[in-house]
Nanobody, 121 residues
Framework: QVQLVESGGGLVQAGGSLRLSCAASGRTFSSYAMGWFRQAPGKEREFVAAISWSGGSSYYADSVKGRFTISRDNAKNTVYLQMNSLKPEDTAVYSC??????????????WGQGTQVTVSS
């Protein structure tokens, strides 16, 4: 069992930056691929970024490529999402997720509760 708790959301102006964190419980964090997803009001949840268990592989949605960076610290059981050059369309609830492999991150085994990110224009 893995429990995920996100933090770091908030209100930021367009062009600004935020770093989200997702702290995981359990001793097996390092064996899971991790991902970030977001859901804007009235829209479907969408994939944002994913990272392999080792941190050696990662990939991003086209909409955030070059602006967002996913990373992890297995010693701290934490995955991060550094978000730069934020746009109003990045406004959403951001959730982290865990999966047994990066190939299955879009059907994760565990979800966090989410943290709100609001980007003002």
């Amino acid at each position: 069992q893995v429990q995920l708790v996100e933090s770091g959301g908030g209100l930021v102006q367009a062009g600004g930056s935020l770093r989200l964190s997702c702290a995981a419980s359990g001793r097996t964090f390092s064996s899971y691929a991790m991902g970030w997803f977001r859901q804007a009001p009235g829209k479907e949840r969408e994939f944002v970024a994913a990272i392999s268990w080792s941190g050696g592989s990662s990939y991003y949605a086209d909409s955030v490529k070059g602006r967002f960076t996913i990373s992890r610290d297995n010693a701290k059981n934490t995955v991060y999402l550094q978000m730069n050059s934020l746009k109003p369309e990045d406004t959403a609830v951001y959730s982290c997720a865990a999966a047994s492999a990066i190939a299955t991150i879009k059907s994760p085994d565990y979800w966090g509760q989410g943290t709100q990110v609001t980007v003002s224009s």
